[in-house]
């Protein structure tokens, strides 16, 4: 088996608490960065990363090292994140890449969401607006996607999932991955076409 963590992981389900200890020090700031940047808010961040690996103890006797271990550990982080955005129906609005601090090693917090999605080439409209604007623009454009579109654009950008794995981790077709994240694309672009004519039509 080439996969370490499955490794591991064969060892939880015998018992061993060493081997899910191992597991959570490795993997516990990924997935709170993850919640993190899908939430907007580290504290429920932490509660929610904590509550990833309490399923993930509950549920050891149902793994099988079919997949990488990393793949089913997002698709139960994203699940919570999805249903955790659905319980907070009052709240309409959530802020990415907002937060400070680090979570820990290999933390990639300090990533701008408009820097890893401008290298599409898709958005022209931000030569025309300044580096700052730009990056504020991004933040609330992600936090106005649907919630499987900002999804998808988390695990791809900040994550460096490929189509496969993200379809593996949101349980879709590598078809309608490309065409979540096509659209969120989209309307980034589209919106900040938009702020661009707006700014020109203020400073005439």
Not at 52 to 69: G, Q, S
Not at 89 to 102: F, N, Q, V, Y
Not at 108 to 136: C, K, S, Y
Request: charged share 30%; net charge neutral; glycine share 6%.
């Amino acid at each position: 088996m080439k996969d370490p963590d499955a490794r591991l992981m064969l060892c939880v389900q015998k018992g061993d608490r060493d081997a899910f200890n191992a597991l959570m020090e490795k993997h516990f700031a990924s997935v709170m960065n993850l919640a993190a940047r899908y939430l907007g808010a580290r504290e429920e961040a932490d509660d929610l990363a904590q509550e990833v690996f309490l399923k993930i103890y509950r549920a050891r006797d149902r793994y099988r090292p079919d997949a990488k271990f990393t793949t089913w550990l997002y698709r139960i982080t994203s699940n919570l994140c999805l249903n955790w955005i659905r319980s907070r129906k009052t709240r309409r609005t959530i802020h990415l890449g907002t937060l400070s601090g680090s979570a820990g090693e290999g933390d990639r917090m300090d990533m701008d969401p408009a820097a890893r999605i401008e290298d599409e080439n898709q958005m022209e409209p931000v030569d025309r607006l300044g580096q700052d604007e730009v990056h504020e623009a991004v933040r609330q454009f992600l936090s106005e996607l649907p919630d499987r579109q900002r999804l998808a654009v988390v695990l791809n950008k900040y994550e460096d999932l490929g189509y496969q794995e993200i379809a593996d981790v949101l349980g879709l077709t590598v078809t309608a991955v490309k065409s979540l994240l096509f659209r969120a694309r989209e309307t980034l672009k589209e919106k900040l076409g938009h702020l661009v004519h707006a700014r020109a039509g203020a400073e005439e």
